[in-house]
Each structure stands twice: as C-alpha cells, then as structure tokens.
Nanobody, 124 residues
Framework: QVQLVESGGGLVQAGGSLRLSCAAS????????MGWFRQAPGKEREFVAA????????YYADSVKGRFTISRGNAKNTVYLQMNSLKPEDTAAYYC?????????????????WGQGTQVTVSS
C-alpha cells in the first residue's frame, strides 16, 4: 500500500487560493489513480476530484468544477489540488486517497490508501 501525506492547507479569505499537495511513498505511485475527498464537521466525507493513473483523465464534483484543478507528477510521486475562488463552504478537512483497483472514482470505498488530512478554512 502506498503511504500518503498531505500538505498545503491553511486559512484563506473567500475568493483566495490554496494548493494542496499529497506526497506518496512505499508503493508504485503510477499504479494508483488518485483522489481528493473532504469532510466538514458533522457531514459525511464527500468526493472532490480524481485523476487516473496517467493523468490524462480528471473528474470533479459539480460544486468545485471550474474552480479546482487536480494534477499529478508521477516523477515526483505527488498529486496536487489547486483551489481557486474559494468559498466558506469549501471549509473542511481535505484527504488524499489512492485507488489501486478498478471501480468508481467517486466513491470513497474504492480507495485503499488514505492520508491523514489537511485542514482548509475559508473565512467570509
């Protein structure tokens, strides 16, 4: 299993930007499709974005489409989430996840590796 460590979270004003990073180790990173999920207090974990193994296909939740961009650097074993035009409702803990097997990109249950999360807080 690949081990994942997120970074880049923080406090930002509405309309601002943040870039999250997720560094992978201990596995063959290019064998994993990668995703970002988020969980706000009192809410279920929700899908944010995903990218396939090669980086050629990306998937987004409707709530972030046009504002967030997922990318990956297989040479650096890292996946990124560029978040622009942030809104207070984007406030959550953001989790990086790796998916080794086939299955939906949108469901947390298909991902086998998870990071510890990084907090993003957007003030109004």
């Amino acid at each position: 299993q690949v081990q994942l460590v997120e970074s880049g979270g923080g406090l930002v004003q509405a309309g601002g930007s943040l870039r999250l990073s997720c560094a992978a180790s201990g596995g063959t990173f290019s064998s994993y499709a990668m995703g970002w999920f988020r969980q706000a207090p009192g809410k279920e974990r929700e899908f944010v974005a995903a990218i396939n193994r090669s980086g050629g296909s990306t998937y987004y939740a409707d709530s972030v489409k046009g504002r967030f961009t997922i990318s990956r650097g297989n040479a650096k074993n890292t996946v990124y989430l560029q978040m622009n035009s942030l809104k207070p409702e984007d406030t959550a803990a953001y989790y990086c996840a790796g998916k080794y097997v086939s299955g939906s990109y949108y469901y947390a249950s298909t991902y086998s590796s998870w990071g510890q999360g990084t907090q993003v807080t957007v003030s109004s």
